[in-house]
């Protein structure tokens, strides 16, 4: 091969036709690198054909050893083509290394390095591929497939949930391309586009939610007693068929209780703190017979729905504040006075019967509670929120859906601020205020709404129509609102639930807290009338898919948050969370958590 310092390689006559005559040692001086008098000195050299090129200058070769003799050529022989000549010989020796890297033999050349720098980053990749990604997968997937809310092995015990890998696992993959993406027209009246973040199409049949099917939901096995309900709640009231979830409401005998239904949740499994919750249903029963009550609801995840212990002092708070309002009854020594006068008729004119909130931001440093805590250092008020979809009922006119809110502390009378700045009816024709404002137990901002009469399981064409809720947590320009029949149906900003100077307590936000979902289908003369002479059984409420959007800035999935915590403080009263049978704080064990507000820090 020619140097890269030789000129053309043109042959002359005496070329040998084969390369054997060139293979000798290399000499002992380089004929590349010629001297040449000032005068000498040229761009290029030429030869006569018959002079040989190594005679040319001072320069010869005389074979060293015998060995060296054996592979000798005749000078004549060798043609290495015309010598090239530097016009500045201190310059190329200043920067001789250029040639010295690009030389063989040298073991730095750029090839060299080159190939090992390949080289190195393939032996890497291969590393990471088959090394580091099964360590980081066994690392932040295995306790994610293995957690309590898996069957054996990390998978549901029907195998429905087919992708669950990272966020885009709670999509459901039979979702319609077309339902990834919602745009949607804001408050402010704004469109913008919201995110698919959670999906379950229901498209398996027979799926089952008893503890550990599932990772997603599970079904309770009990007597949801806090209402009064006829029903027990069983696991195998639920399944899925046809394409649907189905909860199914049967004249069963089960333990003491007469009836046999179902509740479904994602406690502790999936959760999601802002955005919005849209659910394609078919209600239960007739549209023009009353007793059945099927809802589709949230709840804060520090609250488990049927374990009354968890919800105790918890819901349906939603409160960070230290003064009346997390009070017990929402009085100190008898005050303010609106508290003691102008509530519950039935209950001698009490607002609250509430114990006070339990996690309140009165609670004592160093008491039992989930955190953080404010720049203050106080704690942060938690509670268990309740935000619902709906709640199905007949009124004389048809079947009608309640969507509403459920707050404590409560405003005197229960009258929330619900004027044109903070509340707004998209279509009076179909819908109207509740006239339920609370209880001592609860306040209520709710709205009735006609449905669509033909999605009924019993009566109509078994037609599906879309419910749900919007919501941005927090104060100032949070807002709720409700959607009935694939429509917006009413809204309420969060000044609706600001501060009361009569019975002083201090502004709640829309809830911070992250919720999951509940599901259900029972029976409660608490509820309302129940026509028990006209009611069929058994009857069914159907779910198509159930879908969860937020907006990207927005995204906030899972059930322990950095913000609002949950999971270290159910790890920590595990029978609270566990056993429905405890049906409040004291009857667990455990003291009350000691506040400032009593006193007692």
């Not at 091969?1 to 390369?19: C, V």
């Not at 137990?441 to 709205?447: E, F, G, I, K, P």
């Not at 028990?532 to 990207?552: A, S």
Request: glycine residues 10%.
């Amino acid at each position: 091969m020619a140097s890269p310092d030789a000129g053309p390689s043109s042959p002359g006559p005496s070329t040998p036709r084969s390369a054997e005559p060139l293979m000798q040692p290399r000499p002992t001086s380089d004929p590349r690198r010629l001297q040449k008098s000032p005068s000498q000195r040229r761009s290029r050299v030429t030869f006569q054909p018959s002079q040989s090129p190594l005679s040319v200058g001072s320069t010869s070769f005389k074979p060293s050893s015998d060995l060296e003799n054996e592979f000798a050529v005749r000078q004549s022989q060798l043609w290495l083509g015309p010598v090239w000549e530097e016009e500045d010989d201190e310059f190329d020796k200043k920067y001789q290394w250029h040639k010295n890297v690009y030389s063989r033999g040298h073991p730095f050349t750029w090839r060299g390095l080159s190939t090992i720098g390949c080289l190195t980053i393939l032996i890497l990749s291969l590393l990471a591929l088959f090394v580091g990604y099964p360590v980081l997968s066994f690392v932040y997937l295995w306790p994610k497939y293995h957690s309590p809310g898996y069957g054996i092995g990390g998978v549901n015990a029907s195998g429905q949930i087919p992708d669950i890998l990272g966020l885009h696992g709670l999509i459901d993959p039979t979702t319609p391309k077309s339902a990834r993406y919602k745009r949607v027209t804001d408050i402010q009246g704004r469109t913008s586009t919201m995110t698919l973040v959670f999906s379950d199409e229901f498209t398996t049949p027979g799926r089952t939610f008893f503890p550990g099917d599932d990772p997603f939901f599970e079904a309770v096995d009990l007597h949801y007693w806090a209402t009064g309900n006829a029903e027990w709640y069983d696991p195998r009231a639920i399944t899925t068929k046809d394409g649907a979830l189905e909860i199914t409401l049967n004249k069963t005998k089960v333990r003491d209780k007469d009836y046999m239904g179902g509740m479904l949740t994602s406690w502790n499994k999936f959760c999601f703190t802002g955005g919005r919750v849209e659910a394609s249903v078919q209600l239960p029963g007739m549209n023009n017979v009353a007793g059945l009550w099927p809802a589709i609801w949230t709840m804060g995840n520090l609250g488990r729905a049927g374990y009354g212990a968890t919800t105790d002092g918890l819901w349906p708070y939603s409160y960070d504040a230290c003064d009346y309002g997390a009070a017990p009854n929402q009085t100190i020594d008898g005050q303010p006075q609106a508290a003691v006068m102008s509530g519950d008729a039935s209950n001698f004119g009490h607002l609250s019967w509430q114990p006070g909130q339990k996690l309140s931001r009165c609670v004592c440093p160093g008491e039992a509670h989930p955190g953080p805590k404010h720049k203050d250092g106080t704690f942060v008020g938690r509670a268990a929120p309740e935000i619902d979809l709906f709640e199905a009922q007949i009124e004389a006119d048809g079947g009608k859906v309640s969507q509403s809110a459920q707050w404590a502390p409560f405003n005197m009378a229960y009258q929330w601020h619900n004027t044109s700045d903070t509340f707004t009816i998209n279509d009076p024709t179909i819908s109207h205020s509740n006239p339920f404002l609370g209880l001592v137990l609860q306040q209520a901002t709710s709205v009735v709404t006609k449905t669509n009469q033909n999605c009924y399981d019993q009566s109509g064409t078994g037609c599906y129509s879309v419910y749900g809720m919007e919501y941005k947590p927090g104060f100032d320009d949070a807002y709720i609102r409700w959607i009935t029949n694939d429509k917006d149906a009413w809204m309420m900003k969060a000044a609706g639930v600001g501060a009361d100077i009569y019975t002083g307590i201090s502004d709640r936000p829309i809830s911070q807290e992250p919720m999951y979902i509940i599901m259900n289908l029972g029976i409660s003369q608490g509820f309302g009338y129940v026509d028990f002479d006209h009611l069929k059984f058994p009857t069914k409420m159907k779910v198509d898919w159930i879908r969860v959007y937020q907006y990207e800035k927005d995204m906030n999935i899972g059930c322990d948050p950095e913000g609002f915590p949950t999971a270290k403080y159910i790890e920590r009263f595990p029978k609270a969370y566990n056993d429905p049978n405890v049906t409040t704080w004291k009857d667990l064990g455990e003291p009350w958590p000691k506040n400032s507000i009593t006193g007692t820090c």
